[in-house]
T-cell receptor, first 117, second 113 residues
Framework: KAGVTQTPRYLIKTRGQQVTLSCSPI?????VSWYQQTPGQGLQFLFE???????NKGNFPGRFSGRQFSNSRSEMNVSTLELGDSALYLC????????????????FGPGTRLTVL | DQQVKQNSPSLSVQEGRISILNCDYT??????FLWYKKYPAEGPTFLIS?????DKNEDGRFTVFLNKSAKHLSLHIVPSQPGDSAVYFC????????????FGTGTRLQVFP
């Protein structure tokens, strides 16, 4: 069973540009979440999608957006890039069954390393 | 506001001994806690979790303890092995209808022979 895949793995952009990152979840997984990892802030939640709907959003500016397609694949977009957007962007997927006393395991992709110059 | 904190950025332990990684949280609404392990250039890998109705969960060499009154959890690895060397993140979740995780800043564990 293929894991979570993210493309591209590495990306270099300049300030002011925009970027789109892609995430393909594990087959059958319905929930996709995005996280930003930086040395200073650790792993921070960006947003979560379930059945093409944004279910939750973190504290990031509106320059960060995302969407989910009917096949559960997800993209995130960052417009007007800033130097501080340089980070590892991680995507995670899960089956998203509703369970009160436990959670479906989330599987993370290897991430996309974005460098903004 | 850091709701999940790992105050030790690094920990060095001899092979065969116990590794204890600590995590504190501030949000009393968190009801599920997880530990992830991360190697460089890879995504985090799930290790073990615990619901807020329990105080201990064990899986092989890994045991997680939860002290709700102190808002503290810990991960014990016994015995520690060199392959355990990685960055460990604790994470917390609020509510069962979301996959949103709040992560700590991580503790780098080094297990030396």
């Amino acid at each position: 069973k293929a894991g979570v895949t993210q493309t591209p793995r590495y990306l270099i952009k300049t300030r002011g540009q925009q970027v789109t990152l892609s995430c393909s979840p594990i087959s059958g997984h319905r929930s996709v979440s995005w996280y930003q990892q930086t040395p200073g802030q650790g792993l921070q939640f960006l947003f979560e999608y379930f059945s093409e709907t944004q279910r939750n959003k973190g504290n990031f500016p509106g320059r960060f957006s995302g969407r989910q397609f009917s096949n559960s694949r997800s993209e995130m977009n960052v417009s007007t890039l800033e130097l501080g957007d340089s980070a590892l962007y991680l995507c995670a997927s899960s089956l998203a069954k509703l369970m009160v006393l436990s959670r479906d395991e989330q599987f993370f992709g290897p991430g996309t390393r974005l460098t903004v110059l | 506001d850091q709701q999940v904190k790992q105050n030790s950025p690094s920990l060095s332990v001899q092979e065969g001994r116990i590794s204890i990684l600590n995590c504190d949280y501030t949000n009393s609404m968190f009801d599920y806690f997880l530990w992830y392990k991360k190697y460089p250039a890879e995504g985090p890998t799930f290790l073990i979790s615990i619901s807020s109705i329990k105080d201990k969960n064990e899986d092989g060499r890994f045991t997680v303890f939860l002290n709700k009154s102190a808002k503290h959890l810990s991960l014990h690895i016994v015995p520690s092995q060199p392959g355990d060397s990685a960055v460990y993140f604790c994470a917390a979740s609020e509510g069962y209808n979301t996959d949103k995780l709040i992560f700590g800043t991580g503790t780098r564990l080094q297990v030396f022979p």
